[in-house]
């Protein structure tokens, strides 16, 4: 097995969504009971983005910078306008490229497949 069939793969509809700018979540463990907690990996969009945008299309790119972003929330507040009070970040890098994205998955102990369109889950923003 070489090291690139072991690297952890993204389901297609994913790595689509992260070469295209969209923002994905996962929701992880709270540090306490009464907090949600989820993960954002959110792409950095750069000018040519914004190009691409007010020309009617959008822009693939396999380089991109990302955020991750592992924010927690009150979960009293989850559902609402004010999901904001109580929330805490609770860490954040940015990276450049899908591998250093991978790398930084999986020292927050993340993998690829966990990811979901923001739809698909809870998060609040």
């Known amino acids: 097995m070489s090291a690139e069939d ?3 793969q993204w389901p297609t509809d994913t790595l689509t969504a992260i070469r295209l700018g969209r923002r994905l979540v996962t929701e992880v463990p709270a540090s306490q009971p009464g907090r949600r907690a989820f993960i954002e990996i959110r792409p ?3 000018a040519a983005d914004s ?3 007010r020309q009617g299309w959008t822009r693939s790119e396999r380089d991109r910078a990302f955020t991750l972003e592992h924010w927690e929330y009150d979960a009293a507040h989850i559902s609402g306008f004010d999901y904001d009070i109580g929330a805490v970040l609770v860490q954040a890098t940015t990276v450049t490229g899908e591998a250093p994205l991978v790398a930084a998955l999986k ?3 993340l993998r690829p ?3 979901l ?3 698909q889950t809870d998060d609040p923003r």
């Open 113 to 115: 497949e966990q990811f």
């Open 6 to 8: 072991s690297r952890p």
């Open 44 to 46: 950095v969009m750069t």
């Open 107 to 109: 020292a927050w102990n």
């Open 117 to 119: 369109h923001p739809w």
């Open 51 to 53: 190009d691409a945008r």
